[in-house]
């Protein structure tokens, strides 16, 4: 079994900054892909950002420019470094992992989600 624990969430005014962070433990051989979804109230959940093993990225259009997806992957983490906070980023965050774990399975884990709100 893989986890994924989510920590850095909080209370931000609008221009300033969060960092998120989410450590994989448990059963892991290898970490492909991870990243970050968000839900706000009222909506779908989206895809935010996205970070290959090797270190391609990928960001929904609305956070370029404003916040960095990157790894450790000695440290089976990912972060999220959120600058120039908008009050339309409040939301529920995310991680997520796709792990292959013991016994050749390639799963997608999902985070137990961490509370990001942005104040005017």
């Known amino acids: 079994q893989v986890q994924l624990v989510e920590s850095g969430g909080g209370l931000a005014q609008a221009g300033g900054s969060l960092r998120l962070s989410c450590a994989a433990s448990g059963s892991i051989i290898r970490i492909n892909t991870m990243g970050w979804y968000r839900q706000a109230p009222g909506k779908q959940r989206e895809l935010v950002a996205s970070i290959t093993s090797g270190g391609s990225t990928n960001y929904v259009d609305s956070v370029k420019g404003r916040f960095t997806i990157s790894r450790e992957n000695a440290k089976s983490t990912v972060y999220l470094q959120m600058n120039s906070l908008k009050p339309e980023d409040t939301a529920v965050f995310y991680c997520?992992?796709?792990?292959w774990g013991a016994g050749g399975l390639l799963r997608n884990y999902w985070g137990q989600g961490t509370l990001v709100t942005v104040s005017s």
């Open positions: 997520t992992a796709e792990v």
